[in-house]
């Protein structure tokens, strides 16, 4: 997943090591260091287990990142923040595209969150609702309703019938040639596998 907004700011998945601890330093400078949230709530355990984390990037500097969860029967939308200077680029409503769409494309029909209540009207803006008959909560000193949006799959979102080739693609991925693709060529040059396998053994 690639999506350009204008000539350099773009939105991608985190698949690499440096890329998760790119995001997890974005959300340190801007949580911990401007919010001042502590530092176990805001890694909380949840970074590692069937979680997404989407970096946006204004030409190679990243300046904003979201964090998506993925459950049985929903995604949940968390962790959104972009670094100050860049917050009245479009960053956001970019990464929430993304994010939507990243969902979407994965099959899921519901993504939830979790809104502060003077940041409802914002949450609005990008199609999300109150969730009705729901109680407020609290947590981290703020607040809390939840929120939700119903999506609505693409057609060629990824299910168990998905082209195998497709589904082992990196993830956010699925329409690129992977690693699993080029290994394809082994089978198509076999005389190159065979002096490759021979200039080894001599």
């Known amino acids: 997943m690639k999506t350009v907004m204008s000539d350099s700011l773009k939105v991608t998945v985190a698949r690499t090591l440096d890329q998760v601890v790119t ?35 204004k030409g190679a500097e990243p300046v904003g990142v979201l964090r998506l969860r993925f459950f049985a029967g929903f995604a949940k939308v968390e962790r959104a923040a972009v670094l100050k200077p860049y917050r009245r680029d479009g960053v956001m409503r970019l990464l929430m595209q993304e994010a939507l769409r990243y969902a979407a494309r994965r099959g899921y ?13 914002y949450w609005r803006t990008h199609g999300f609702r109150v969730r009705k008959d729901r109680p407020h909560f609290f947590f981290t000193d703020y ?45 198509q040059n076999p005389s190159k596998q065979t002096k490759k396998k021979a200039e080894e053994a001599a």
Request: charged share 30%; aromatic share 8%; glycine share 6%.
């Open 143 to 187: 607040e809390y309703v939840e929120i939700e949006r119903t999506l609505v799959p693409p057609a060629d979102a990824i299910t168990e019938n998905t082209d195998p080739m497709v589904v082992i693609r990196p993830d956010g991925a699925w329409d690129e040639p992977g690693p699993i693709d080029r290994s394809l060529e082994r089978l």
């Open 23 to 57: 995001a997890m330093t974005l959300r340190g400078v801007i949580y911990l260091g401007e919010q001042q949230a502590p530092f176990d709530e805001e890694y909380d355990g949840n970074d590692f287990v069937a979680a997404s984390h989407l970096i946006a990037w």
């Open 109 to 121: 029909e519901k993504v939830i969150g979790h809104a502060q209540l003077d940041r409802v009207k």
